[in-house]
């Protein structure tokens, strides 16, 4: 026993937890990790039903609740609490306290919301749904409600914001199903979204843009995106004082289109098609084909035993 605890390697792992969020216990499941979590409960409580206010007393279930985070180390975290509820001294209603990190109803963490947005930028639904092991009905759910969340909300006025993103996520595969993000891009190690609005046009760039106070605007000092006009000219309109920047991403995949298109055209009729002919004009060297040597022995002059 002693001699496998003195071969045991310790891991210290930092994890950048919500306000007011702290770590009770860490567990490992085979390739995931799960993080026990406590959180201040409030006082008092309102009840939903008779909406009287009141001293709050809770009650815990003996069960667990167990909600997706943030992955660690390139593998799914989880976060694990006991539920607790309060029961109305008036009208008996019994309501679930809602944690502070996440929405009602979900199994995921608000963060995580933000992390599958950021996974769609440049691919679509099945795709990071494939890659976080969910469900594309939940990746179509999370975008939703960031939707819901943009209209009814509204960025902290004193949020200093220097770098912005704006670039479009493509929600079904095949099909013209579009939004609009902007992303805090401040603090590169740590980008927030801001804003998601539907579509990937002029007007949907604005209503995001427009998310920020005028002096926001006018203190972010470089926007990124990609080579699409129509975002150029919202952030030209709302970012005065902003440079643009254009992600090496973009430049690689729009060349690669141009060249691809240019041999399309100058070679169309043989796309899909193999070419039988002789090579003219092409040095043996260039395409990787060997001078012949004296000891081979051309196709169908072979004899049993000999080296062809």
């Given at each position: 026993?002693?001699?496998?605890?003195?071969?045991?390697?310790?891991?210290?792992?930092?994890?950048?937890?919500?306000?007011?969020?702290?770590?009770?216990?860490?567990?490992?499941?085979?390739?995931?990790?799960?993080?026990?979590?406590?959180?201040?409960?409030?006082?008092?409580?309102?009840?939903?039903?008779?909406?009287?206010?009141?001293?709050?007393?809770?009650?815990?279930k003996d069960t667990v609740q167990v909600v997706r985070d943030l992955d660690i180390l390139g593998e799914p975290s989880f976060w694990i609490y006991r539920p607790a509820y309060q029961r109305c001294d008036y009208c008996h209603h019994r309501q679930h306290l809602i944690p502070?990190?996440?929405?009602?109803?979900?199994?995921?963490?608000?963060?995580?919301?933000?992390?599958?947005?950021?996974?769609?930028?440049?691919?679509?639904?099945?795709?990071?749904?494939?890659?976080?092991?969910?469900?594309?009905?939940?990746?179509?759910?999370?975008?939703?409600?960031?939707?819901?969340?943009?209209?009814?909300?509204?960025?902290?006025?004193?949020?200093?914001i220097t770098d912005v993103g704006i670039d479009e996520l493509s929600l079904k595969k095949r099909h013209k199903l579009f939004c609009t993000i902007l992303t805090d891009l401040s603090n590169p190690a740590q980008p927030e979204v801001l804003a998601v609005a539907e579509g990937?046009?002029?007007?949907?760039?604005?209503?995001?843009?427009?998310?920020?106070?005028?002096?926001?605007?006018?203190?972010?000092?470089?926007?990124?995106?990609?080579?699409?006009?129509?975002?150029?000219?919202?952030?030209?309109?709302?970012?005065?004082?902003?440079?643009?920047?254009?992600?090496?991403?973009?430049?690689?995949?729009?060349?690669?289109?141009?060249?691809?298109?240019?041999?399309?055209?100058?070679?169309?009729?043989?796309?899909?098609?193999?070419?039988?002919?002789?090579?003219?004009?092409?040095?043996?060297?260039?395409?990787?084909?060997?001078?012949?040597?004296?000891?081979?022995?051309?196709?169908?002059?072979?004899?049993?035993?000999?080296?062809?």
């Amino acid at each position: 026993m002693l001699a496998k605890e003195a071969l045991m390697a310790q891991l210290t792992i930092e994890v950048d937890l919500p306000p007011e969020v702290s770590i009770t216990a860490y567990h490992r499941f085979g390739k995931g990790h799960g993080v026990e979590v406590s959180w201040p409960f409030p006082t008092q409580c309102r009840c939903d039903r008779c909406h009287r206010e009141q001293k709050a007393h809770w009650e815990f279930k003996d069960t667990v609740q167990v909600v997706r985070d943030l992955d660690i180390l390139g593998e799914p975290s989880f976060w694990i609490y006991r539920p607790a509820y309060q029961r109305c001294d008036y009208c008996h209603h019994r309501q679930h306290l809602i944690p502070p990190f996440k929405r009602k109803d979900t199994s995921y963490t608000y963060r995580f919301e933000q992390q599958v947005l950021r996974l769609l930028i440049g691919s679509n639904e099945e795709e990071v749904a494939r890659r976080l092991g969910i469900s594309a009905e939940m990746v179509d759910l999370i975008v939703r409600h960031q939707l819901a969340d943009t209209k009814a909300k509204e960025v902290d006025p004193w949020r200093l914001i220097t770098d912005v993103g704006i670039d479009e996520l493509s929600l079904k595969k095949r099909h013209k199903l579009f939004c609009t993000i902007l992303t805090d891009l401040s603090n590169p190690a740590q980008p927030e979204v801001l804003a998601v609005a539907e579509g990937r046009d002029e007007g949907a760039a604005r209503k995001c843009l427009e998310k920020l106070g005028e002096t926001q605007r006018r203190g972010v000092q470089v926007y990124r995106a990609d080579m699409a006009q129509a975002y150029h000219n919202a952030c030209r309109a709302l970012l005065p004082a902003a440079k643009a920047v254009v992600d090496r991403f973009h430049v690689a995949k729009k060349f690669n289109e141009v060249i691809d298109g240019q041999r399309k055209k100058n070679h169309a009729g043989v796309q899909g098609e193999t070419d039988q002919g002789r090579a003219e004009r092409i040095p043996r060297a260039d395409v990787g084909v060997p001078q012949g040597s004296p000891g081979t022995i051309g196709g169908g002059q072979a004899e049993v035993g000999r080296v062809v």
